[in-house]
DNA sequence: GTCTATAGACGGATAGAC
DNA sequence: GTCTATCCGTCTATAGAC
């Protein structure tokens, strides 16, 4: 792997356990195993280098979210596949947590991927919402675009209550409660 | 007020705005309107003034959501009344917000009022919750514990929406739709 | 491309005068 | 109780040699 990409990788680990403010080149560069001018040659500095980093962490959200929504299944199944796939749990949403990073809002740069990966997330879980309505698989008045927002926020919600409790099975809880609700036609 | 009940607020509002590494002395001094010294003289240091800062955050968060979770109403009036209660929604949650500092977790002085104060919300949630589906008002095989779960990790949820996109609004979907579920009997 | 040296500002805290 | 002075470390970046 090429400097250049253990430093994106570097620290997209770092926002990920430290955030925006916590994250110090100099912690980059350590982890990576990069001097100072090595990350200073290939970034400008640590807005563009976070900016990297958040673009790929978008991007490989997107995809493993994408590969359960549009996988096999009816979209019940697919729903359900997406909230019990295997998570880090206790290390959170790479993406979510950017949200509490006033730096990171500021930045419309750094923004960016956050609020695409949510509207695109948001989006992609109203479609099968709106598809399991249809095929009599979701209770029958459901409003598709409100319910994909309730199933998006008990994910992020859940690494809230689970990182509070320092105990994953607070995680899972929310999500089978939310399982229950949606089974509830 | 005194100085140090200045200290104490200003302490959580930028713990609010900024998380605890992004709130240095310096800046909770300049709020309050005091000097090095007089924080000095007040409080330890900065572990020592947020715990003081936390653990007023908490009791007040108890406090305003115990008003409406053991107030008028049936059960489901009772969630829904939680639910909807007026929020400064893209400021987001006091307590919820620490979950992500992890000089915050680290700290048990700090973490506790945080891990507390869940335990509370979810502990009061899952009785009302037992409450209404004894009463007919919630669907029949409602874990008590797991509704509880889902339903805060909506609100958690929905504030990292509603940063996300910059709009109070996905919030609001969010809640929409947990109460669209819960009403599915 | 990568290294070392250097720089100004800030973080967090202490000391001692008043 | 509050003020000013001072301290050492870190943050973020630049400069210039190799």
Redesign the interface.
């Known amino acids: 792997m090429s400097t250049q990409d253990r430093l994106i990788e570097s620290t997209q680990e770092l926002l990920w ?3 925006y ?2 994250t110090s080149p100099k912690a980059i560069q350590q982890r990576a195993g990069a001097g100072q001018g090595s990350m200073y040659h290939h970034f400008t500095g640590k807005p563009d280098l976070a900016a990297a980093a958040l673009q790929r962490s978008a991007e490989q959200m997107q995809a493993a979210a994408g590969e359960l929504l549009d996988g096999p299944g009816n979209a019940h199944d697919r729903i359900a596949a997406y909230l019990l796939r295997q998570r880090d749990v206790l290390r ?2 790479r ?3 950017m ?5 990171v ?1 500021a930045d419309p740069g750094l923004r960016a991927p ?2 695409e ?3 695109w997330l ?1 989006g992609r879980l109203a479609a099968v919402v709106a598809e399991g309505v249809a095929a009599g698989e979701l ?1 029958a ?3 598709a ?17 689970a ?4 105990d994953p099975d ?1 995680f899972h ?6 399982l ?3 089974r ?2």
Do not use: H, K, N, S
Not at 152 to 157: E, I, N, P, R, W
């Open positions: 356990e430290r955030g403010v916590g959170g949403c993406i979510g947590r949200t509490q990073d006033p730096d809002m956050v609020q990966t949510f509207a948001r209770a008045g459901l409003d675009e409100e319910t994909a927002a309730a199933i998006a926020a008990v994910v992020q919600g859940g690494y809230v209550l990182r509070a409790a320092d607070a809880q929310a999500i089978r409660g939310a229950a609700l949606l509830t036609v």
